[in-house]
């Protein structure tokens, strides 16, 4: 039988290494110590379910990537990973991208093709795990990662039709500027 293993003796044995792996996915340190802290909440509670003590960091890791996935779309309002500067209002667009980019996503969801609009709106819009979009579409896992990520470049395929964006080291949006003649978000700059 295996022992079940302690908060504490997973906090002294992998904490540090799990700030570094967390620390690398945001942007300052208070975050990742919050979310260093969020985790082994997280973990504590759910302990005593570990069926697997030989795969605990594993566990662990994931439980971390799901902090750091639920902060991100926290801090977005999507998991899209579009982040805008919120203390930037001197540009209308992005005024825009903040106040109205729920509306203008959601009607480039619409927009996507059958097999791929509600596999998308499901994980974007409601924020479903992958494998809960697979449940309610009656699709293996693997076929619900597959249309989400297809719907993904979709999209991303018609953001960059509208606007010419800027991204961060780590894929976060910093600045966009629309494109002429663009067809979607046609009044951000107005």
């Avoid at 003796?9 to 904490?15: A, D, H, K, N």
């Avoid at 570990?50 to 890791?61: F, K, N, P, T």
């Avoid at 801090?75 to 500067?85: I, N, P, Q, R, S």
């Avoid at 039709?161 to 080291?169: Q, S």
């Amino acid at each position: 039988m295996t022992v079940q293993p302690t908060t504490d003796s997973v906090w002294t044995r992998l904490s540090a290494d799990l700030r570094q792996f967390i620390r690398r996915r945001v942007a300052d340190d208070h975050v990742a110590d919050d979310l260093l802290q969020e985790t082994f909440v997280r973990v504590h509670r759910n302990l005593p379910t570990l069926q697997e003590a030989d795969r605990l960091a594993a566990w662990v890791y994931q439980i971390a990537r799901h902090v750091i996935h639920d902060y991100h779309r926290q801090a977005t309002g999507t998991t899209l990973g579009l982040v805008v500067d919120p203390t930037d209002d001197t540009d209308n667009h992005r005024s825009c991208v903040k106040s109205r980019s729920g509306e203008w996503l959601e009607e480039l969801i619409r927009q996507l093709p059958d097999g791929y609009r509600e596999a998308v709106r499901l994980s974007e819009i409601e924020g479903l795990p992958q494998q809960e979009v697979a449940d309610r579409l009656g699709l293996s896992l693997s076929g619900a990662k597959s249309r989400i990520q297809r719907g993904r470049l979709m999209l991303k395929d018609e953001l960059e039709r509208c606007c010419h964006f800027e991204f961060d080291r780590r894929g976060n949006v910093m600045d966009c500027e629309p494109r002429p003649k663009r067809t979607v978000c046609r009044d951000c700059g107005e």
